[in-house]
């Protein structure tokens, strides 16, 4: 198996009701691919990462993992009890200990070197989405999954996520699968995006994608602008390989 995760033909239900979230889906992600899942609210984005990770009962289709696959996961909502005083550096052995220099590596990875004292609750936006990242990057994962991770960030706090998320890419091999609304800065970091609602509407690579047919009556006039900046930037910026996708 050449991928790191196959599915096919994924079939998922609402929990506790007989509506389908996921319909027929097939899917995969290959070693050092950055995949983004992009759809409206509701489109089944989140469901289709956890049923690839086991997290969710399928009601047809079946996921192969690869055996052993090292997966670093930062889930949509990562829950910090404020009343509880938790500093970086515990954090990070949570569940599962590791040392002083592992954590120092991974905080300077994600440019948030030094901050192991720091409170959790003291650390803006952007600084704790980086501690996520580095606690996902701990025990060296073949697979990063990251749902939604620039929520709460402004623009150039985005910008500069994704900037560092194919730096930890090029640095780690590590394959990416993310989920996003930020449609015109993801799709710059992305070899390769799905747009997803109930079903695969279009995948390709995202100059593919941002001008279907599909996507663009899913996201309608935002798509337009989407595409004109896409283009702007693909036309100025030549350090960023596309590369196509299976598709
Ligand atoms: N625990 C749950 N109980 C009931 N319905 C759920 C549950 N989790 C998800 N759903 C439903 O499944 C559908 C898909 O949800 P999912 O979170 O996968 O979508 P999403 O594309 O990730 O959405 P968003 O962009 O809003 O995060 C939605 O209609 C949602 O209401």
Do not use: W
């Not at 929520?151 to 699968?177: C, M, N, S």
Request: glycine content about 10%; hydrophobic content about 40%.
């Amino acid at each position: 198996m050449t991928a790191l995760i196959q599915a096919s033909g994924l079939t998922i239900l609402r929990p506790g009701g007989s509506e389908t979230v996921l319909q027929g889906v097939d899917f995969q992600i290959r070693p050092g691919e950055i995949v983004t899942v992009v759809g409206p609210n509701g489109s089944g984005k989140s469901s289709l990462v956890r049923a690839l990770l086991g997290h969710m009962p399928l009601a047809a289709g079946r996921v192969e993992r690869r055996p052993g696959l090292r997966i670093g996961y930062v889930p949509q909502r990562v829950q910090v009890d404020t009343t509880i005083p938790m500093t970086v550096r515990r954090f990070l052995s949570l569940p599962r200990r590791v040392g002083d220099r592992d954590a120092a590596r991974v905080l300077a990875r994600t440019g948030v070197g030094g901050v192991e004292a720091r409170q959790l609750t003291q650390l803006s936006g952007g600084q704790f989405q980086r501690v996520l990242l580095a606690r996902a990057l701990l025990h060296d994962p073949q697979l990063l999954v990251l749902d939604e991770p620039t929520q709460g960030l402004d623009q150039p706090g985005i910008v500069a996520f994704y900037k560092l998320i194919e730096e930890v890419r090029r640095q780690t091999g590590a394959a990416v699968l993310m989920v996003s609304h930020d449609l015109l800065v993801v799709m710059r970091a992305s070899d390769r995006v799905i747009c997803l609602n109930g079903h695969v509407c279009c995948e390709g690579t995202p100059q593919h994608v941002s001008s279907a047919p599909e996507y663009r009556a899913l996201f309608g006039a935002e798509s337009e602008g989407t595409l004109a900046l896409y283009r702007h930037h693909h036309d100025h910026d030549h350090d960023h390989h596309h590369h196509a996708g299976a598709h």
